[in-house]
């Protein structure tokens, strides 16, 4: 187990360069970064064809630890830069890991556009309620009443739902998972990856430095036992009311659907005005 | 009121002071210390004004400049990235002629990143419309944003105002900084008066209506640009009075020990806090040299300019920017200044350096001044200098031997 471990790390990681990483100590990024790893194994993919984009922020820094293609961008604009390569490269496996700030505030526009467009892209968005890079403020994920540094009374916005977004968006696959249940996560990210079309996957995340102190969830493992209680199952969920879900949310695949991608409509178009 | 604080801190208190009305915000390094200050102020209700953290720095600056055409006092803060993304709507909003005051705090571009300082952010707002402010101390960003509020607002003038400070240098630099006092403040920036510049129903105004035919248009880019040029003298003008007022006086351009240098160091920002170090060695040494620094940097000083030059033998200019292909954009600014002045000085030595927040240090100020004193003797200007250092050199090289082993491992 451990020597399976160590191998994947070497396999996939710019381990004798780029570590110790600047994430705080028991941040959620890094399980993130192990479950992404341990997808991409499950899969076998190749290092060389393994795009990995970002954009800024915490979430962001995650493309200098990996041993793949990495391409850290601008805020907001991963989505953009990976399009450009898979519009150019479509053989290549183009995965975008975004925070929330980045994925549905600056970057929005894009978010929405490339989930209808139904681009083969994986979008990881890990949602953590907040800008943890630039000191705390809210962003679209921030629930209503939360704290956040530009919400020291509580916020008076109401948040959105990222996978529900990308579902009305039609992305082709949508999920949400958590840094608690690790396991689901590592199989809800090799689905996306392997999904042939627009995969969005949610992952709520810990950012107790920025979100959790000021929301007297000061340390990760509290978030973590938040995330426990608060991850139902879609089959569970349905059976529970409204008033019984409060502010739980549901955890697993929330939208599966077959149809042609991106890539495969254009190639379908071309034939056909070869044709004529 | 005397109070130890980092550019940041000073660049909220001069908002405070202006009794800005509204802060549209979105956080950036190095900036993000600007809008923490103001929110705390508005949270302790010792502020009152409004803030909304915006989804993007384009929204935040649309958002700032509908608020300026309803005539309210705006402030708003951004940096780098944040200004380049808000680039669209600096010169649209710039076209309604509805001022306010822009704080930029300069942070290099991507890529590849960095947080540290240079100048092609602020310089790429440069024909904009919006006047540039450039400063070098903390006092002078205080007292800088009180003078681009009555610059911008002034019936002359009437353009929106960016305040530029260096990121780190400057932003999170603490220094001992005079507060003017109310009693100052009130005389020197009464509250705004926007005139016909407002919101009102029974007096309906619209912005930014289509133009075709280019004649119309014209005229309107026209009435902007000597709207801008307006500036000099207007800034000339309230410079000294608020020096009345506070003792501290403000002209297009500082001027550090001109008056009978032969080699003068040209640049803007807080990286002429070094050139001055340098400039006091050199003078030290028994140089001729002094140090020129224009506040303002759109609309240009150039006659001011050129009066402060004339005598000077050499000037090197200091670049922390770069035009790719070109060269140093001061540079090429100044040139243009000085070209049909007869007593020009005879040598003009572009250096480029700076660049990412990149130290410059004594030994390169020296080394420049050097130069361009055999440049102003020998009549031989040489080639632009990108400032670097063989030990840097050697490092990067190292670097670059390390990253091309990796490759051909690969291979
Ligand atoms: C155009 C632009 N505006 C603002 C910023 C500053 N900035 C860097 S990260 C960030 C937000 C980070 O929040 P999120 O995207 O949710 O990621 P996290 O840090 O929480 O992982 C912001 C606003 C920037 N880099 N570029
Ligand atoms: S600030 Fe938050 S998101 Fe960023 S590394 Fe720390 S815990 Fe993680």
């Known amino acids: ?276 | 009121m005397r109070q130890l604080l980092t550019g940041n801190g000073a660049a909220a208190w001069g908002m405070r002071l202006a009794g800005a009305e509204y802060v549209p915000a979105f956080p950036i390094t190095p900036q993000t210390e600007i809008i923490e200050t103001i929110s705390g102020w508005i949270s302790s209700g010792e502020l009152d004004a409004r803030m909304v953290t915006m989804d993007s720095e384009h929204s935040m600056l649309t958002a700032a400049g509908t608020a300026a055409a309803t005539g309210v006092r705006v402030f708003t803060a951004t940096s780098s990235q944040g200004l380049l993304y808000a680039m669209e709507m600096l010169y649209t909003v710039a076209g309604w002629r509805a001022p306010f005051v822009l704080v930029n705090v300069s942070r290099a571009l991507s890529s590849p990143i960095t947080l540290e300082p240079d100048h092609n952010d602020v310089l790429a707002a440069r024909d904009s419309g919006f006047l540039q402010i450039h400063c070098s101390t903390c006092q002078e960003v205080v007292d800088s944003l009180l003078l681009a509020y009555r610059l911008g607002e002034d019936e002359r003038v009437r353009l929106p105002v960016i305040v530029n400070l260096d990121g780190y240098y400057l932003s999170f630099t603490r220094e001992p900084v005079i507060l003017p006092g109310e009693d100052v403040v009130s005389r020197f920036l009464p509250p705004y008066d926007p005139e016909e510049t407002q919101f009102r129903a029974k007096d309906p105004l619209s912005q930014g209506v289509a133009v075709l035919g280019g004649s119309h248009y014209s005229y309107f880019r026209y009435e902007t640009h000597y709207a801008s040029q307006n500036g000099l003298s207007v800034f000339a003008e309230i410079g000294r009075e608020f020096g009345d007022l506070t003792g501290r006086f403000y002209s297009l351009l500082e001027e550090y020990r001109t008056d009978d240098a032969e080699i003068v160091f040209f640049m803007i920002g807080s990286f002429a806090t070094k050139a001055k170090e340098a400039v006091n060695r050199l003078r030290d040494a028994g140089q001729k040299v002094g140090l020129l620094r224009p506040r303002l940097l759109r609309p240009f000083p150039e006659h001011a300019i050129a009066a402060a030059l004339r005598g000077v033998k050499g000037v090197a200019v200091v670049d922390q920017n770069i035009s790719f292909g070109k060269g140093g954009i001061l540079f090429a600014e100044l040139a243009s200044a000085l070209y049909h002045i007869k007593e020009r000085p005879l040598a003009l030595v572009s250096f480029i350096g700076g660049l990412g927040g990149r130290d410059i240090s004594n030994a390169e100020f020296y080394e420049m001044a050097r130069v361009t004193a055999e440049a102003a003797q020998s009549g031989k200007i040489p080639p632009p200098r990108l400032l670097y250092t063989k030990e840097e050199l050697a490092r990067i090289q190292g670097l670059k031997a390390i990253a091309s082993a990796g490759l051909h491992k690969e291979q």
């Open chain 1, 1 to 276: 187990m451990t020597e399976k471990i160590s191998r994947v790390r070497h396999e996939y990681l710019r381990h004798d360069k780029k570590f110790p990483h600047v994430w705080c100590p028991g941040c959620g990024n890094g399980i993130v970064l192990g479950s992404l790893i341990r997808a991409i194994d499950k899969l076998s993919l190749e290092k060389d064809e393994l795009v990995l984009a970002s954009g800024i922020g915490c979430a962001g820094r995650m493309p200098a630890y990996v041993d793949f293609n990495t391409l850290h961008t601008t805020h907001g604009r991963a989505l953009t830069f990976a399009t450009g390569i898979k519009l150019a490269k479509p053989e290549l496996t183009v995965l975008c890991v975004m925070g929330d700030g980045d994925a549905t505030a600056i970057g929005g526009n894009h978010f929405i556009h490339a989930a209808r467009r139904n681009l083969n892209l994986t979008a990881i968005i890990i949602n953590n309620q907040i800008y943890g890079m630039t000191g705390g403020q809210y962003s679209p994920t921030t629930p209503y009443g939360a704290n956040a540094s530009t919400a020291v009374y509580g916020h008076i916005e109401h948040a959105f739902s990222i996978a529900e977004l990308a579902i009305t968006a039609g992305a082709a696959f949508v999920a949400r998972g958590t840094v608690y249940h690790v396991r689901m996560l590592d199989t809800l990210l090799a689905k996306g990856i392997a999904k042939r079309g627009f995969s969005v996957i949610e992952i709520m995340s810990n950012c107790h430095t920025q979100y959790g102190r000021r929301n007297n969830m000061g340390d990760p493992v509290t978030m973590m036992q938040w995330f426990k209680d608060h991850g139902v199952s879609e089959q569970k969920a349905k059976k529970m009311s409204d008033e019984e879900m409060g502010e739980k949310f549901t955890i697993g695949v929330l939208a599966d659907k077959d149809m042609p991608n991106y890539m495969e409509e254009y190639r379908r178009i071309q034939e056909q005005a070869q044709l004529k």
